[in-house]
């Protein structure tokens, strides 16, 4: 019997297996991601469904500072249902009752004749796109930048 098998306190397997803390997916540093902070969030909507040119030039849609909650509400008077994908951050699906959210982080939602909320923490510095495009006509597209300063 060797040395190693008579004093180790610990399995083969659990000294082959890589440390929590240096080998985290994406997937799970998103789920661990701290709560939202709804009642001092702010505040901005978008209408789905105008086709119109993006304009990085232009107004954005909101501006927002860094670790602060955003509250998005998608209106799509457009009849079809729009895809929305929001770049750079992830966000949560709020229940239309007002009594919390979707328990997983998405970017990339479905939003049909409904109004949807969505909530999210703007933690990436930057300009970022909100596109939407109706699932039936591919060349509609609707997109807004916000700025995280």
């Given amino acids: 019997m060797s040395s190693r098998s008579r004093g ?3 399995s083969a397997a659990a000294r082959r297996a890589p440390r929590a803390d ?7 540093l998103i ?9 001092n969030s702010l505040k901005a909507e978008l209408k789905l469904g105008n086709a119109r040119p993006l304009d990085l030039t232009g107004t954005p ?20 249902l ?5 770049h750079g951050h992830h966000f949560r699906l709020l229940d239309r009752l007002d ?3 979707k328990p997983y982080w998405m970017d990339t ?20 796109l909100l596109e939407g495009r109706a699932l039936e006509r ?8 916000f700025v995280v300063d």
Avoid at 66 to 75: C, D, E, F, N, Q
């Fill in 8 to 10: 180790s306190s610990t």
């Fill in 22 to 28: 240096r080998h985290r997916s994406r997937s799970r």
């Fill in 31 to 39: 789920r661990c991601q701290p709560g939202i902070d709804l009642k």
């Fill in 61 to 80: 849609l909101f501006t927002v500072r860094r670790s602060r909650a955003v509250t998005l509400g998608l209106h799509n008077p457009s009849g079809q």
């Fill in 82 to 86: 729009q895809v929305v994908h929001l």
């Fill in 99 to 101: 009594d919390g959210w």
């Fill in 109 to 128: 939602l479905l939003v049909g004749d409904a109004i949807e909320r969505v909530a999210f923490v703007a933690d990436n510095p930057g300009k970022w």
């Fill in 138 to 145: 591919p060349d509609t597209e609707t997109a807004a930048w």
